[in-house]
């Protein structure tokens, strides 16, 4: 039986929903076709976000529960009135970007697969300079949510003293984002750079509650990402679902709202409804642009105190003043973990380091992978019960066209005679092996 076709009018544009009876989330039902009801409900908000600006597509064509895959190039049926623009990377590749301008257009990009929005914090009339400068808020394993709300109250206040204006939002998942409007004046580079000052500012005043710490087995608390400011980077944008079992929702919050909010109250069901009465609590973002001399001044202060500029993504090129891109956390003689058997390269690549790391499982889902784990736990449970929840490395890891995941442990906290070899993978998926080989 054909999948069944609708097609509905937006704003005087034809936009066809194929399929919209396939649920895209299976522990509430929600379909396909729900989640372009959702978009639709909520434009004028989630608007505010992606207009003007160019939108990688992170299609999960089997629902929130199947594997993503990122699409930066415009599909070859992307209608005449949907704009793009041709964006250059780091890598030297360019690609021609979907710029989502209106209600028909969310209907469409949702009706692509794509659960969740990711801008750029650019806009297609000038993709050199950002107008946007992202602080997300990034908790470590076993984090509270309470924890995440003192550091963003925090940020406020940083990003109040430095002439900028925070508008906060939850991010969906498990933190918290909070933006500001910036002239577009300054590079990538430069926005970056003052993104890390921000970032080691925040965790001056909060230094039991916040990192700037890159390295995942150096952190605590809540991180600050300041890399998600980088080029080619984006986030998922305001009002946008997260492919979450509870069809969550990235929702916008008054600062009064901040000490007391639950994210797990913003979903796909009750948004729209808070969307009706409370209209867009992100509406004025676009009239409190301000400036980043401030940043760039206490940049160039850490600078001259000796701080080196923080390490940039690992696919970026060596960059001029980048601390080396190795754990700074060296004890006595730094080595390379030794690699799973099979495999060209271990725990933490090729870098030295003197943190105790083994890897576990490279896997093509999140699911395989945890379930790895908990093989590897049964069988070194004494183990197991030392680790805690920050010493246990999840990562979600790009490969050819869709993401995998990547689990290791930190065995800081065990006793080195108790702590056991490097062995073969729980799970060993290639991500880089071509298809069907």
């Given at each position: 039986?054909?999948?069944?076709?609708?097609?509905?009018?937006?704003?005087?544009?034809?936009?066809?929903v194929?399929n919209?009876?396939?649920?895209?989330?299976?522990?509430?039902?929600?379909?396909?076709?729900?989640?372009?009801?959702?978009?639709?409900?909520?434009?004028?908000?989630?608007?505010?976000?992606?207009?003007?600006?160019?939108?990688?597509?992170?299609?999960?064509?089997?629902?929130?529960?199947?594997e993503?895959?990122?699409?930066?190039?415009?599909?070859?049926?992307?209608?005449?009135?949907?704009?793009?623009?041709?964006?250059?990377?780091?890598?030297?590749?360019?690609?021609?970007?979907?710029?989502v301008?209106?209600?028909?257009?969310?209907?469409?990009?949702?009706?692509?697969g794509?659960?969740?929005?990711?801008?750029?914090?650019?806009?297609?009339?000038?993709?050199?300079?950002?107008?946007?400068?992202?602080?997300?808020?990034?908790?470590?394993?076993?984090?509270?949510?309470?924890?995440?709300?003192?550091?963003?109250?925090?940020?406020?206040?940083?990003?109040?003293?430095?002439?900028?204006?925070?508008?906060?939002?939850?991010?969906g998942?498990?933190?918290?984002?909070?933006?500001?409007?910036?002239?577009?004046?300054?590079?990538?580079?430069?926005?970056?750079?003052?993104?890390?000052?921000?970032?080691?500012?925040?965790?001056?005043?909060?230094?039991?509650?916040?990192?700037?710490?890159?390295?995942?087995?150096?952190?605590?608390?809540v991180?600050?990402?300041?890399?998600?400011?980088?080029?080619?980077?984006?986030?998922?944008?305001?009002?946008?679902?997260?492919?979450?079992?509870?069809?969550?929702?990235?929702?916008?919050?008054?600062?009064?709202?901040?000490?007391?909010?639950?994210?797990?109250?913003?979903?796909?069901?009750?948004?729209?409804?808070?969307?009706?009465?409370?209209?867009?609590?992100?509406?004025?973002?676009?009239?409190?642009?301000?400036?980043?001399?401030?940043?760039?001044?206490?940049?160039?202060?850490?600078?001259a105190?000796?701080?080196?500029?923080?390490?940039?993504?690992?696919?970026?090129?060596?960059?001029?003043g980048?601390?080396?891109?190795?754990?700074?956390?060296?004890?006595?003689?730094?080595?390379?973990?030794?690699?799973?058997?099979?495999?060209?390269?271990?725990?933490?690549g090729?870098?030295?380091?003197?943190?105790?790391?083994?890897?576990?499982?490279?896997?093509?889902?999140?699911?395989?992978?945890?379930?790895?784990?908990?093989?590897?736990?049964?069988?070194?449970?004494?183990?197991?019960?030392?680790?805690?929840p920050?010493?246990?490395?999840?990562?979600?890891?790009?490969?050819?066209?869709?993401t995998?995941?990547?689990?290791?442990?930190?065995?800081?906290?065990?006793?080195?005679?108790?702590?056991?070899?490097?062995?073969?993978?729980?799970?060993?998926?290639?991500?880089?092996?071509?298809?069907?080989?």
């Amino acid at each position: 039986m054909p999948d069944r076709k609708e097609t509905i009018e937006v704003d005087g544009r034809a936009v066809t929903v194929s399929n919209p009876d396939k649920v895209y989330f299976p522990r509430t039902g929600h379909t396909k076709g729900d989640l372009v009801r959702y978009y639709l409900a909520v434009a004028g908000g989630a608007l505010t976000g992606v207009r003007g600006r160019p939108m990688v597509l992170k299609r999960f064509v089997h629902g929130a529960e199947g594997e993503a895959f990122f699409q930066k190039r415009a599909p070859s049926n992307t209608p005449e009135w949907l704009d793009t623009v041709v964006l250059s990377f780091p890598s030297g590749r360019t690609a021609q970007e979907i710029v989502v301008d209106d209600a028909a257009g969310l209907a469409w990009v949702a009706n692509l697969g794509c659960i969740d929005l990711n801008p750029h914090p650019i806009r297609a009339d000038d993709l050199d300079h950002p107008d946007e400068l992202r602080v997300d808020l990034d908790p470590v394993p076993g984090i509270g949510w309470q924890q995440i709300v003192r550091v963003a109250l925090v940020a406020r206040d940083v990003l109040a003293d430095v002439g900028l204006t925070g508008w906060p939002k939850t991010s969906g998942s498990r933190g918290m984002h909070i933006y500001a409007r910036i002239e577009q004046r300054w590079t990538f580079t430069e926005v970056r750079r003052a993104a890390v000052a921000l970032a080691r500012e925040i965790e001056r005043r909060a230094p039991q509650d916040a990192t700037s710490r890159w390295w995942k087995e150096e952190r605590h608390g809540v991180f600050v990402d300041y890399n998600q400011n980088a080029k080619d980077r984006t986030v998922a944008s305001a009002y946008s679902v997260r492919p979450m079992p509870d069809a969550r929702v990235s929702a916008p919050l008054s600062w009064d709202e901040v000490p007391d909010c639950d994210p797990a109250e913003f979903t796909i069901d009750t948004m729209p409804p808070r969307y009706a009465a409370l209209g867009d609590l992100g509406a004025g973002i676009d009239e409190t642009v301000g400036s980043l001399d401030a940043l760039l001044e206490l940049a160039a202060a850490d600078q001259a105190a000796g701080l080196p500029d923080a390490p940039w993504p690992p696919h970026f090129e060596k960059q001029a003043g980048e601390q080396p891109r190795v754990q700074p956390s060296k004890r006595r003689e730094p080595a390379v973990p030794p690699p799973a058997p099979g495999k060209s390269s271990g725990p933490a690549g090729r870098r030295r380091t003197s943190v105790p790391m083994i890897e576990v499982a490279r896997a093509a889902s999140k699911a395989e992978a945890l379930a790895g784990l908990e093989r590897w736990k049964a069988r070194h449970p004494q183990v197991a019960n030392l680790l805690e929840p920050a010493d246990i490395l999840v990562d979600s890891m790009r490969g050819r066209s869709s993401t995998w995941t990547r689990v290791r442990l930190n065995l800081r906290h065990v006793p080195e005679a108790d702590r056991p070899a490097q062995e073969a993978l729980e799970v060993d998926y290639d991500p880089w092996a071509p298809a069907g080989g």
